[in-house]
Nanobody
Framework: QIQLVESGGGLGQAGGSLRLSCAAS????????MGWFRQAPWKEREFVAA????????SYANSVKGRFTISRVNDENTMYLQMNSLKPEDTAVYYC???????????????WGQGTQVTVSS
């Protein structure tokens, strides 16, 4: 099982930007699809974005489409989530995830990070 560690969370302003990073524990991260989920207080964890192992395909939740961009650099074993035009409703704990395919990572990931808090003030 791959180990995942998120970083880059913190406090942002509405309309501003933040970038999250997810570092994987080993080079075999290049064969995994990877993604981001988030969980706001009193809500269920929800899918945010996913990216194929080679970066050729991406998918986004409707709530973040056009504002967030997912990317990965396999040589660095790292995935990113660039979050622009932040809204207070983006406030949540953001989790990095990995799975064998885009479908798996978007629904039932095989590995999870510990999460990083993002708080957006109005």
């Amino acid at each position: 099982q791959i180990q995942l560690v998120e970083s880059g969370g913190g406090l942002g302003q509405a309309g501003g930007s933040l970038r999250l990073s997810c570092a994987a524990s080993r080079r075999t991260s290049s064969i995994y699809a990877m993604g981001w989920f988030r969980q706001a207080p009193w809500k269920e964890r929800e899918f945010v974005a996913a990216i194929a192992w080679n970066g050729a395909a991406t998918s986004y939740a409707n709530s973040v489409k056009g504002r967030f961009t997912i990317s990965r650099v396999n040589d660095e074993n790292t995935m990113y989530l660039q979050m622009n035009s932040l809204k207070p409703e983006d406030t949540a704990v953001y989790y990095c995830a990995a799975g064998g395919t885009m479908r798996v990572v978007s629904t039932t990931p095989e590995s999870w990070g510990q999460g990083t808090q993002v708080t957006v003030s109005s």
